[in-house]
């Protein structure tokens, strides 16, 4: 079968970080189902801060941007929010040494589709890309909720903040519902497509259309849209 590339572009400050990264992603193989191409996974560049990320996705044209936060010219938020205001944007995933603090949740107001600890496992962060690659969020529903409780910890009150989502959530048609609902769960598009007896292309095309209908950005968004109208 012919290969195809999932494109990667790695982003830290530690160039040692970066090297490693590299190492361990460029050329990985990922198991596939025997049905489609082999794919591997192609490092495209890298950039060791955040003013350096525009150039390199013009010229990498990546599918996936494994993003760090904490950068001395130009944070990670700030270089999130910068890519995925572009057309075609890539999938930007953070890199952080914490669980779940305040600056993860910037990043991900910013645009970024999960995060990734970068100490997980190499088999984790090789799962990671795919799923990014695939249009999964990057995150467990246990981080999610952690992620809830950092959210809530300011803003509106939680009785006009369950108002606003549900009067979001109504507009939607009942099948956008259920979609929203299982994306909410932690499903990933096939786990989704299966439970609710639909193709993996239809569950991404219900996915892109919540995220236009309800101005979002990501799938995390979208899960605490849903768990705000739920409380």
């Not at 990043?107 to 990014?132: M, N, Y």
């Not at 009942?174 to 598009?189: F, I, L, W």
Request: glycine letters at 10%; zero cysteines; proline letters at 4%.
């Amino acid at each position: 079968m012919t290969a195809t590339a999932i494109r990667v572009l790695l982003v830290d400050d530690d160039p040692l970080v970066r090297s490693g990264l590299r190492v361990m992603l460029d050329g990985h193989a990922l198991p596939g189902d025997g049905t489609g191409p082999v794919r591997r996974i192609q490092v495209v560049g890298d950039a060791g801060d955040g003013d350096e990320v525009p150039a390199a996705v013009a010229a990498g044209r990546p599918h996936v941007v494994l993003m760090d936060l904490r950068m001395r010219r130009v944070d990670g938020v700030a270089a999130t929010r910068e890519v995925t205001s572009r057309p075609d944007a890539p999938t930007v995933v953070v890199l952080t040494t914490f669980d779940a603090d305040e600056h993860v949740v910037r990043a991900l107001r910013a645009g970024a589709s999960g995060f990734l600890l970068k100490d997980a496992a190499p088999e984790g962060i090789v799962e990671a890309v795919r799923a990014a690659a695939d249009g999964d969020a990057v995150l467990s529903p246990a981080i999610t909720r952690r992620l809830i409780g950092i959210v809530r910890g300011d803003g509106a009150g939680p009785v006009d903040r369950r108002r606003a989502a549900r009067a979001r959530l109504d507009r939607l048609a009942d099948r956008e519902r259920d979609v929203a609902e299982a994306v909410a769960r932690g499903g990933s598009n096939a786990d989704i497509a299966a439970e609710l007896h639909m193709s993996v292309a239809t569950v991404k095309s219900y996915v892109s259309r919540l995220l236009r209908e309800l101005g979002l950005d990501n799938r995390v968004q979208i899960a605490l849209l849903v768990r705000d109208a739920a409380d």
